[in-house]
Structures are given as structure tokens and as C-alpha cells.
């Protein structure tokens, strides 16, 4: 058996999200968020869910911390419902809230688990929405006040930080294709919202610099790999186009201070000019420490002349699928990793997000998801590789430690290596997490 050994440093984690594990959503002086309201509009998510209960995280957090320290992990990468700190997006703090992540965090820090923190994960406090959301540049301003009173309160406590999870989501997924919240279908609104993310990023890391907060700095955009179709130039383009918007448009901003120029003319070619204001690029070049990557699928792509997503398709070559229909391609992993590693250079990556969904259910008190350890191998022996290239990819944390709301799809998409039964909230650790638990106690992966 041959085994791939990684740096005596790597670091292995799981992450999850506010919203889709906390529940408790009208406790402890919550206020609520565009989730609240998208999952309780009719036919907004599958079935009718929402993250009312969720995983019941909010009162079980120390049973989650437990399944962490018995699996071994170094890292937890959970994220800060801004609507549980500002129920008003901004002005009175609920002290509540910053209790619930010291009790959090605290315990983390206990069992020797490293808090990795995201300032936000899509859960917008629902009062900012009502002035026009991430659209209206005052919501900048309003995170960087919420993200400066979460660095003063957790400073010493927390020493890595994401600001902002999947801008491409929170943006185009969000406001352009309209499957999550608030679900607007308008590019330019799309396009806007996409600077004003980066500039709040951009104004929270300097914020951070300013306090003189010690860790490290970073965000986390998801990424993609499109494969040309054809040597046809219009295919090619138009894979570049499906990585332009997701990849380019989110790092070459922070890395170069500027839009990747292709996506900038394709954008006002298709009524959606990019609008910056003197000064905003300067704010959103800030330095980050590292950036965190989120992978999950790659696709064969060619040209779609009738228009729809950029006028980009994805090509059925026969690729396994998830069961959330997403195509299964390691190789992409790597591919993309060395991609942003040759544009980027040397900066520090961690893999931020990897995953599978399987909906593999509980039988005779286990959960065989061998789909997901295959995954998981795969995907970890990509990570591997890439950093045989020379990538810095300084550790990998999947999504995700429990089954949860999976956004649009409720809780019909399981990604956790942890069982939830959503009647009972009894937690049941799948095989993948038992495989997952040798792979971290090693810091190997067999092959
Ligand atoms: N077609 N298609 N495919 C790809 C669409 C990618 C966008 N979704 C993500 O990356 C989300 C990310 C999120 O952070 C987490 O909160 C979600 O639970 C996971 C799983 O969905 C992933």
C-alpha cells in the first residue's frame, strides 16, 4: 500500500455555516436575516425548509465540539450570524449573540481546536436588505462596523479570518440566477453587488490591519474548472467566461487592484457596467494573508450562442454525479489549484470548502457512504499533487462536519461526514468520518 504524506504543518478541518446548522433562529436575540425570509417564502426551497432548527447547533455546539476532538481535526471553520450580534444590522449590539460565541469558541480552544472564523456566510441581517441590501453601499459600511467589533471582542481568541464567503454566490447566484437569497435576476444588480463585496472585504482587512488584530487574514471565493468542448475559439472563450466571473473576477481585484478586462468589456457589452467609485480599488487591494478555496465540481463547457449563464453550457461527457447533480472531477481540482497558483504566486491557500453530496441514510446504526470516502481520496490526492507543483496549500477542511440546510435544496442534499436525523437531531457518524478520522490522525492518505 502506498501512502502520500503531507507537511508536518498541514492542517485538516470541517466547516459549516451559521444558518445552516444554528437553528434558534428567534432565540437569544437573533434578529433575522434574508434566510429567514427567503426559506419562508413559498416555494423558495425545496419542500418547504428552513433554518428554524436546522441542526439545534445553538443549544448542541458542545456535542458538535466532541465529534470534532474524537475525530481528530486541528481546525473548525464556522462562520458569525451577523444578525445574532446586530439584530438591526448595525446599532444595538445583542450581547446575547457575542456570549454564544465566546461559549463557542471557548470550548473550541479547550480541546485544542484551532477557530477558523467567517464573517459572513450569506446570512444578511434582514433590516439591511430592506435598504436596498448589498447594493446600497452603506451595507459596506455596516460590515466592516460588524466585523470590527467581532475582531475587538474575539482578538487573541480567533487568529484566522475569512471575511466573506463566495462572493460569486452572494452576487451573481444570488441576484443574477436567483436560486438563493434574496433572488434577484438582474446582471447589472449582479455586477454591482459583486464591488461592493469586494470593497467591504477590502475595508475590513484594513480595518483589521488598523486594529492591529494578530492572525491572519483571508476570503473564501469558490472556484470551477471548464474544460473547452471543442478547440472551437468560442468554446474556449467561453470557458474562459464560466472561470472569468467566478475566479478572475474575485482575485484579480485583491492581487492586481483591477477587473480582468475581458469580463469588464463582456459585462457592459451585456448591459451590466461595472461602476467603481475613486479610491475603491485602493481599498480592495488590501494584502489578505492567505485566501481559502472552495472547490466542489468541474465541467466540460462550451459556447451556448441562445444566451443563458454567459452564454456558457456544461457538456454531460458521462462524468460520475453527485446526488445534487453536480459532475465528479478531481482532476479539475487540481487543474484549478495550479491555475490560481501560477496567476497568484506564492500566497498561502487553504482549502476552505470540499465535499460531496450523498444522501446515503442510517442502517443498523452506521452510514456506508463509501461515494463520499471516494471523493474525499480523490479530491485529497488532487490536494496532494498540487502541492508536489509547488502550490502552498497550507491545509484542507471539507464540507461539511454535519448534514444541514443545504440552501435551496433544504434538507434534501446531505454533505456531512455526521448523520443528522432531522426529527430527532441525534447525530450518527458515518463511515466517511471514521476514514476521515485516519487520513487526519496520519496526516496520510492511503493510495
Ligand atoms: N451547479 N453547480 N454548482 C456549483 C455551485 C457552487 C456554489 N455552491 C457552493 O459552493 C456551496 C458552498 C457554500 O459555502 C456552502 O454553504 C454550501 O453548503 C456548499 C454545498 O453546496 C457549497
Not at 107 to 114: D, F, H, P
Not at 249 to 267: K, S
Not at 337 to 350: R, S, V
Request: aromatic fraction near 14%; proline fraction near 4%.
Amino acid at each position: 500500500m502506498a501512502y502520500i504524506q503531507f507537511p508536518e504543518d498541514f492542517k485538516w478541518g470541517v466547516a459549516t455555516a451559521a444558518y445552516q446548522i444554528e437553528g434558534a433562529v428567534r432565540q437569544g436575540g437573533r434578529g433575522p436575516s434574508i434566510w429567514d425570509t427567503f426559506s419562508h417564502t413559498p416555494g423558495k426551497v425545496l419542500n418547504g425548509d428552513n433554518g428554524d432548527v436546522a441542526c439545534d447547533s445553538y443549544h448542541r455546539y458542545e456535542e458538535d465540539i466532541a465529534l470534532m476532538k474524537e475525530l481528530g481535526v486541528n481546525v473548525y471553520r464556522f462562520s458569525v450570524s451577523w444578525p445574532r450580534i446586530f439584530p438591526e444590522g448595525t446599532g444595538k449590539v445583542n450581547k446575547e449573540g457575542l456570549a454564544f460565541y465566546h461559549r463557542m469558541v471557548d470550548k473550541l480552544l479547550e480541546n485544542g481546536i484551532e477557530p477558523m472564523c467567517t464573517l459572513y456566510h450569506w446570512d444578511l441581517p434582514q433590516v439591511l436588505q430592506d435598504k436596498g441590501g448589498w447594493d446600497n453601499r452603506e451595507t459596506v459600511e455596516a460590515f466592516v462596523a460588524y466585523s470590527e467589533l467581532i475582531f475587538k471582542e474575539f482578538s487573541g481568541k480567533i487568529k484566522s479570518w475569512l471575511t466573506i464567503n463566495e462572493p460569486w454566490c452572494v452576487s451573481f447566484l444570488s441576484n443574477f440566477i436567483g436560486a438563493h437569497a434574496p433572488g434577484n435576476q438582474d446582471l447589472a444588480l449582479a455586477v454591482n453587488i459583486s464591488h461592493h463585496l469586494l470593497l467591504a472585504h477590502g475595508k475590513a482587512v484594513a480595518r483589521f490591519r488598523d486594529l492591529d488584530i494578530p492572525g491572519k487574514i483571508g476570503f473564501a471565493p469558490n472556484v470551477t474548472w471548464l474544460e473547452p468542448y471543442s478547440r472551437d475559439q468560442e468554446d474556449v472563450e467561453a470557458c474562459r467566461r464560466g472561470m472569468g466571473w467566478m475566479v478572475d473576477w474575485f482575485l484579480d481585484p485583491i492581487f492586481t487592484g483591477t477587473y480582468p478586462a475581458f469580463m469588464v468589456d463582456w459585462f457592459a457589452a451585456n448591459q451590466a457596467p461595472l461602476q467603481i467609485k475613486d479610491g475603491d480599488m485602493e481599498w480592495i487591494k488590501q494584502p489578505v494573508d492567505f485566501i481559502g478555496i472552495n472547490y466542489y465540481e468541474s465541467n466540460v463547457g462550451r459556447h451556448n450562442p441562445q444566451g443563458g449563464m454567459l452564454e456558457v453550457e456544461s457538456v454531460d461527457m458521462g462524468y460520475k454525479k453527485t446526488d445534487i447533480g453536480w459532475f465528479i472531477n478531481a482532476e479539475g481540482f487540481y487543474n484549478v489549484l495550479t491555475f490560481i497558483a501560477d496567476k497568484y504566486g506564492e500566497i498561502p491557500i487553504y482549502i476552505t470548502e470540499n465535499g460531496i453530496c450523498i444522501n446515503d441514510g442510517v442502517e443498523d446504526g452506521t452510514v456506508n457512504d463509501q461515494r463520499r470516502i471516494d471523493y474525499l481520496k480523490g479530491h485529497i490526492a488532487a490536494v496532494a499533487r498540487s502541492l508536489k507543483s509547488g502550490v502552498n496549500i497550507k491545509g484542507y477542511i471539507t464540507w461539511s462536519l454535519l448534514d444541514n440546510f443545504e440552501w435551496a435544496e433544504g434538507y434534501s442534499k446531505r454533505f456531512g461526514i455526521v448523520h443528522v436525523n432531522y426529527r430527532t437531531l441525534e447525530r450518527t457518524k458515518k463511515e466517511s468520518f471514521f476514514w476521515y478520522q485516519k487520513v487526519i490522525g496520519n496526516s496520510w492518505l492511503e493510495v
